[in-house]
């Protein structure tokens, strides 16, 4: 799965550049979930006190799931971490987040000036769109494509630029390409690292209900070794052979 985000200010032809690249990525042939950050304070799904889950919420249940003719909703009590929201979309090819800046992944800058623009940019920042494109060629060295006039020029650079998701483990946890996963997301983008350089996950991973969950290399190397260590005995056993273990 390849996640990037776009950000930029209010009216600065975001929304219409998630639109356009999600439309663009799926008439390719890719499957692409979205993830929208929402900055207003109070924003509920459920908002009004007297809805029914609302109530169910306030009476205490941990998480409420609202079931439709044409929709289902599970509603978290609480603001989730990115880390675990990206794991819900595993099996997905593209996942566009529009203004989550809290996770090191590929960002797309849309700004209605340049002074906007200046102040939303990164280290992640691969391209510059919205409206302030109609009016550059580039910045800092990164193409600025307006998705209203080429919008499949934009897609490519996408499927070009964006790398599978890093497992983003808190730094000071893994460390095992020389960095982490910040550091590693922008040689990335600057061509200075590849993403197979990251050894996290390359040789284990664990599955709960088809969510990956993420192992740096100490965790990973420990639980093989003590996985390897009962198996190693059972009759069957080969040296190189993948070992697939279930547990329901």
Same mark, same amino acid.
């Given at each position: 799965?390849?996640? %990037?985000?776009?950000?930029?200010?209010?009216?600065?032809?975001?929304? $219409?550049? @998630?639109?356009?690249?999600?439309?663009?990525?799926?008439?390719?042939?890719?499957?692409?979930?979205?993830?929208?950050?929402?900055?207003?304070?109070? %924003?509920?799904?459920?908002?009004?006190?007297?809805?029914?889950?609302?109530?169910?919420?306030? $009476?205490?249940?941990?998480?409420?799931?609202?079931?439709?003719?044409?929709?289902?909703? @599970?509603? %978290?009590?609480?603001?989730?971490?990115?880390?675990?929201?990206?794991? &819900?979309?595993?099996?997905?090819?593209?996942?566009?987040?529009?203004?989550?800046?809290?996770?090191?992944?590929?960002?797309?800058?849309?700004?209605?000036?340049?002074?906007?623009?200046?102040?939303?940019?990164?280290?992640?920042? &691969?391209?510059?769109?919205?409206?302030?494109?109609?009016?550059?060629?580039?910045?800092?060295?990164?193409?600025?494509?307006?998705?209203?006039?080429?919008?499949? $020029?934009?897609?490519?650079?996408?499927?070009?630029?964006?790398?599978?998701?890093?497992?983003?483990?808190?730094?000071?946890?893994?460390?095992?390409?020389?960095?982490?996963?910040?550091?590693?997301?922008?040689?990335?983008?600057?061509?200075?690292? &590849?993403?197979?350089?990251?050894?996290?996950?390359?040789?284990?991973?664990?599955?709960?209900?088809?969510?990956?969950?993420?192992?740096?290399? &100490?965790?990973?190397?420990?639980?093989?070794?003590?996985?390897?260590? %009962? @198996?190693?005995?059972?009759?069957?056993?080969?040296?190189?052979?993948?070992?697939?273990?279930? @547990?329901?």
């Amino acid at each position: 799965m390849k996640a %990037f985000s776009i950000c930029g200010y209010s009216d600065s032809g975001k929304t $219409a550049t @998630v639109e356009h690249i999600i439309r663009g990525l799926t008439a390719r042939g890719y499957t692409v979930g979205s993830v929208k950050e929402i900055h207003a304070e109070g %924003f509920a799904l459920d908002g009004h006190p007297a809805s029914d889950t609302a109530r169910q919420r306030a $009476a205490g249940a941990g998480l409420v799931t609202a079931r439709g003719l044409s929709e289902t909703d @599970v509603l %978290f009590p609480g603001k989730l971490d990115m880390r675990k929201i990206l794991s &819900f979309y595993e099996g997905f090819d593209y996942v566009v987040c529009e203004s989550v800046r809290d996770l090191p992944m590929p960002m797309i800058v849309t700004a209605g000036s340049m002074e906007d623009l200046e102040k939303n940019w990164n280290d992640f920042a &691969f391209c510059v769109s919205g409206r302030i494109a109609d009016e550059l060629g580039e910045y800092r060295g990164v193409p600025a494509i307006s998705v209203m006039k080429d919008p499949e $020029a934009l897609v490519s650079l996408i499927e070009g630029t964006v790398y599978e998701a890093l497992p983003n483990v808190d730094p000071g946890q893994c460390g095992a390409c020389g960095g982490d996963c910040r550091r590693m997301g922008a040689r990335l983008l600057r061509g200075e690292a &590849f993403r197979g350089d990251c050894v996290a996950g390359r040789s284990m991973e664990i599955l709960v209900d088809g969510s990956r969950i993420g192992l740096v290399p &100490f965790v990973e190397k420990a639980f093989q070794g003590v996985v390897l260590g %009962f @198996v190693r005995e059972l009759k069957g056993y080969r040296d190189g052979a993948e070992v697939k273990i279930t @547990v329901r």
